[in-house]
């Protein structure tokens, strides 16, 4: 029996991105084209779909405490935040002040900024300084690949039971399944899947969205 997926060409793609209620958001296209205009940086962005998708899972879910560990120019933040109710709030942890900068301008054009608070610096160490009752409803983490598992670690217990957990890249452009021995990020990738596939905590499910996204279900005590 054929597998059941199907293969995404550059024209199928574009039909895909175009095929959502979203599509054409002038806020978030402006933010896309001045991020992809900064160059090989700009890999680091995430894909229309993938900002789709979830702008409409944090609205589902009723999500109104959200965490975020890697920010860039805050094209993900902005979709978060989107899906945010009028009350909801999104904490924001990143290493630069240049590339947030960036983030805030957009934040304010797409009028969620009253949603966002951003603290700059070292992702572990921000997390480690969170509140000892700081709870979360939704975290997504696309930071530096090698501390994945020391975000997952830290953020865990501060997301709440049936909380969302949700990690980008988590197919590396496909070198995950045989990972060169060389190449840290998608050992550590790979590391990290292999891992939540047999977590107790969690209930995961990679999905082919983007680079490959893991979303977890923390589970009930």
């Known amino acids: 029996m054929d597998s059941k997926y199907t293969p995404l060409t550059p024209d199928l793609y574009a039909y895909l991105c175009g095929h959502a209620s979203r599509a054409g958001n002038a806020t978030l296209d402006k933010l896309r ?4 205009a900064l160059g090989e940086i700009s890999r680091m962005l995430i894909g229309r779909e993938q ?7 944090v609205a589902a879910l009723g999500v109104e405490s959200a965490l975020e560990v890697g920010t860039f120019t805050g094209y993900s933040s902005t979709c978060i935040a989107l899906g ?4 909801g709030r ?3 942890l990143d290493a630069s002040a240049e590339w947030t900068a960036i983030a805030r301008r957009y934040w304010k054009e797409a009028g969620v900024e009253e949603k966002i608070e951003l603290r700059v610096g070292d992702g572990a160490r921000l997390l480690r300084q969170l509140e000892p009752d700081a709870q979360f409803d939704f975290a997504f983490i696309d930071a530096d690949k090698p ?10 217990p501060h997301v709440k039971e049936n909380g969302l957990i949700l990690f980008d890249n988590m197919l590396y452009g496909g070198r995950v399944a045989a990972p060169p021995a ?3 990020n998608p050992n550590a990738i ?5 891992k939540l596939a047999r977590d107790p905590r969690v209930e995961s499910v990679l999905l082919s969205v983007g680079d490959g ?9």
Do not use: S, V, W
């Not at 084209?33 to 992809?36: K, L, Q, R, Y």
């Not at 996204?213 to 005590?221: D, F, G, P, S, V």
């Open 33 to 36: 084209a001045e991020t992809e």
């Open 51 to 57: 900002g789709n998708f979830m702008t409409l899972l």
């Open 84 to 87: 945010l109710p009028a009350d």
């Open 90 to 92: 999104l904490l924001c």
């Open 147 to 156: 501390n994945y598992d020391t975000y997952y670690e830290l953020a865990l």
């Open 182 to 184: 060389d190449q840290e």
């Open 190 to 194: 790979h590391a990290l899947n292999e």
């Open 213 to 221: 996204i893991n979303l977890c279900r923390k589970k009930r005590a």
